[in-house]
């Protein structure tokens, strides 16, 4: 069963940047497609960015223009620069296998007014 690390949150203030890792292990990364997905209390967790296999991006249309996802393969990590973050940013965001149901733990982000 593979393992997903997320690192690289913290508080900052809005319209500054902030860019979340991904680390894998016990499964071969680059064949699988993977997500960011973001969460705050009461609310269902919503879909920020995907990434098939081969590179392909795709984006929520709340975050189209200011986060990018990315991959490299060589180190088994996934990445989500954010970029002129917004208090509504503020969640706690996590990385994921799409398709398989392997989850990190988390890495809180707070962005400040």
């Known amino acids: 069963q593979g393992r997903l690390v997320e690192s690289g949150g913290g508080l900052v203030q809005a319209g500054g940047s902030l860019k979340l890792s991904c680390a894998a292990s016990?499964?071969?990364?680059?064949?699988?497609?993977m997500g960011w997905y973001r969460q705050t209390p009461g609310k269902e967790r919503e879909l920020v960015a995907t990434?098939?296999?081969?590179?392909?991006?795709r984006y929520a249309d709340s975050v189209k223009g200011r986060f990018s996802v990315s991959r490299d393969n060589a180190k088994n990590t996934l990445y989500l620069q954010m970029n002129n973050l917004k208090t509504e940013d503020t969640a706690m965001y996590y990385c994921?296998?799409?398709?398989?149901?392997?989850w990190g733990q988390g890495t809180q982000v707070t962005v400040s007014s």
């Open positions: 994921a296998v799409l398709g398989n149901d392997i």
């Open positions: 016990g499964m071969i990364f680059s064949i699988n497609p």
């Open positions: 990434i098939s296999s081969g590179g392909i991006a």
